[in-house]
């Protein structure tokens, strides 16, 4: 699962990395945070965000280990609510993603492909398209 972990991860990593360099994100046509994926396609950020945690909730769940999930979370409502992203948010963050980038490298592909299938469902059942 490294290449899964290595786009998934890269693209938000890329977002921290626009934040840190002009202190702000891209934003759609409607105003909405937004980001360039690995794939070619835009997507609005604070949605693709939330389904990440919902996986790694789900993870968590699974193994019974508990993730540092916070600093997305406050990234999310950030984004969510376009409202400031904390500086104290982004240092929590890149000492985050290391660990979450770890899990999802070194997880077992059915087991991440069961996790992408419930957050999939997750996301249908709340009323969302991933």
């Known amino acids: ?3 899964g972990a ?3 991860m890269r693209t938000l990593e890329h ?3 626009e934040l840190d360099r002009t202190g702000k994100v891209s934003v759609n046509a409607r105003g909405y945070p937004d980001f360039l994926a690995c794939d070619g396609y835009r997507y609005e950020a604070a949605p693709a965000i939330e389904g990440l945690i919902w ?3 789900m993870w968590e769940t699974r193994h019974g280990k508990q993730l540092p999930l916070q600093p997305l979370r ?3 409502v950030a984004l969510h609510y376009i409202v400031p992203v904390q500086e104290r948010t982004v240092e929590a963050l890149r ?3 290391p660990i979450l980038r770890r899990v999802m490298a070194t997880g077992a592909p059915e087991d991440q492909g069961d996790l992408l299938t419930q957050t999939c469902i997750k996301s249908l059942m709340e009323g969302r398209r991933l």
């Open 74 to 76: 406050d990234l999310h």
């Open 6 to 8: 290595e786009f998934v």
């Open 1 to 3: 699962m490294m290449a």
């Open 95 to 97: 000492h985050a993603l």
């Open 55 to 57: 996986h790694f909730e």
């Open 15 to 17: 977002l921290l990395d």
